[in-house]
T-cell receptor, first 111, second 114 residues
Framework: GENVEQHPSTLSVQEGDSAVIKCTYS??????FPWYKQELGKGPQLIID?????GEKKDQRIAVTLNKTAKHFSLHITETQPEDSAVYFC??????????FGAGTRLTVKP | GAGVSQSPSNKVTEKGKDVELRCDPI?????LYWYRQSLGQGLEFLIY????????KSGLPSDRFSAERTGGSVSTLTIQRTQQEDSAVYLC????????????FGQGTRLTVV
């Protein structure tokens, strides 16, 4: 089955700086890679996703890159703000099968 | 409903008792997932339903755990003879059938076994 590893487990940045979170996956058949943000006491919410037919996707301050050959993908947040502080999870899946999540990254943005 | 609904939101039970956790997915979503999140940990996959069928039960941690889904809608996760290590937040998510689309999560059920 799919195995997703995520790094770092914690990340602290100054407001305005960029944050990068990286994930690797094991199953080359995986073709869907979402990123979720989880705030305290809430369920995870999708912030961006990428499919295997593209290498990069941007949405305002958030971007995701995918390297299928190396089987890794990354989340980039630019101009970080305190409200970006949360736990971020990457995931990998294939055609809506058992989507597997990374262990999460606790991001803290210091004002 | 407007989103994925889970009940109860909190459950405290005595060790050895059985518990049932309920998930109401978004109407029309045929894929349904159960995950477990221990304090400060990631999302541990438990089971996945496509309609009423569970093609992947590999994540269920022991035979004390079971899940069912009826009518392609509501799902129930049952934990028998609960143990303290079962204490966690149990999250349910649903998504559309056959498409790689966003999975919407419920707020979770916080289970505490004392």
């Amino acid at each position: 089955g799919e195995n997703v590893e995520q790094h770092p487990s914690t990340l602290s940045v100054q407001e305005g700086d960029s944050a990068v979170i990286k994930c690797t996956y094991s199953d080359s058949a995986s073709n869907y890679f979402p990123w979720y943000k989880q705030e305290l006491g809430k369920g995870p919410q999708l912030i961006i996703d990428i499919r295997s037919n593209v290498g990069e996707k941007k949405d305002q301050r958030i971007a995701v890159t995918l390297n299928k050959t190396a089987k890794h993908f990354s989340l980039h947040i630019t101009e970080t703000q305190p409200e970006d502080s949360a736990v971020y999870f990457c995931a990998a899946g294939y055609n809506n099968n058992d989507m597997r999540f990374g262990a999460g990254t606790r991001l803290t943005v210091k004002p | 409903g407007a989103g994925v609904s889970q009940s109860p939101s909190n459950k405290v039970t005595e060790k050895g008792k059985d518990v049932e956790l309920r998930c109401d997915p978004i109407s029309g979503h045929t894929a349904l997932y159960w995950y477990r999140q221990s304090l400060g940990q990631g999302l541990e996959f438990l089971i996945y339903f496509q309609g009423n069928s569970a093609p992947d039960k590999s994540g269920l941690p022991s035979d004390r755990f079971s899940a069912e889904r009826t009518g392609g809608s509501v799902s129930t996760l049952t934990i028998q003879r609960t143990q303290q290590e079962d204490s966690a937040v149990y999250l349910c998510a649903s998504s559309s059938q056959g498409l790689l689309t966003e999975a919407f999560f419920g707020q979770g059920t916080r289970l505490t076994v004392v």
